[in-house]
């Protein structure tokens, strides 16, 4: 509804229009590549012998403390998806309107991303995380959202074709 209400008017979009798009569009994808982040981090965590919820509950830790590390699913693991889902949508958010690009755009985004998070943003507001989450299935799930971001060139590209016929959209 909201995409139709900003692309009505116009054939070819305007700036404005375009980076509301674009920015739209990053939410999105980002939101679906923090699910993919979260999904990764939950089905290979008991491959290395923690259990699923650990790396999800180590997000919120700024908020609950090191009792965390120990409790089991609950309000901590909602938090902690809660974070980390809100985290990836920003990013997304800033990806797209700053510059949509492709794939290796995205996996740079997400480098960034994750060497600001390690040594900047983890230390300060998850501190568990960089001390007991497994590094290299975080490095993997930054590359996920990475390779996720990469998509948003073409769901962008969709949402600008996308009010330019009514009929499409009912």
């Known amino acids: 509804m909201l995409v139709y209400?900003?692309?009505?008017?116009?054939?070819?979009p305007d700036w404005i229009t375009k980076k509301a798009l674009d920015t739209l569009a990053g939410i999105e994808i980002g939101i679906i590549g923090g699910v993919v982040m979260l999904l990764w981090l939950a089905?290979?965590?008991p491959l290395?012998?923690?259990?699923?919820?650990?790396?999800?509950?180590?997000?919120?830790s700024h908020s609950y403390g090191v009792r965390l590390v120990r409790e089991g699913p609950g309000m901590v693991t909602v938090s902690g998806i809660?974070?980390?889902l809100a985290a990836a949508g920003l990013v997304g958010a800033i990806t797209g309107f700053l510059a949509p690009g492709g794939r290796l755009f995205g996996l740079a985004v997400t480098f960034t991303w994750?060497?600001?998070?390690?040594?900047?943003l983890?230390?300060?507001?998850?501190?568990?995380?960089?001390?007991y989450g497994?590094?290299?299935?975080?490095?993997?799930?930054?590359?996920l959202y990475g390779?996720?971001?990469?998509?948003?060139?073409?769901l962008a590209a969709r949402l600008y074709g996308s009010g330019n016929d009514p009929a499409a959209n009912s």
């Open 5 to 12: 209400a900003l692309s009505m008017d116009a054939v070819q």
């Open 43 to 45: 089905l290979s965590a």
């Open 48 to 60: 290395i012998g923690n259990s699923w919820w650990s790396v999800l509950n180590l997000f919120a």
């Open 82 to 84: 809660a974070i980390q």
């Open 114 to 120: 994750y060497v600001l998070c390690y040594g900047f």
């Open 122 to 131: 983890w230390k300060r507001y998850a501190p568990l995380v960089a001390v």
């Open 134 to 143: 497994p590094q290299p299935l975080l490095a993997i799930a930054f590359f």
């Open 147 to 154: 390779s996720v971001l990469g998509w948003h060139s073409d």
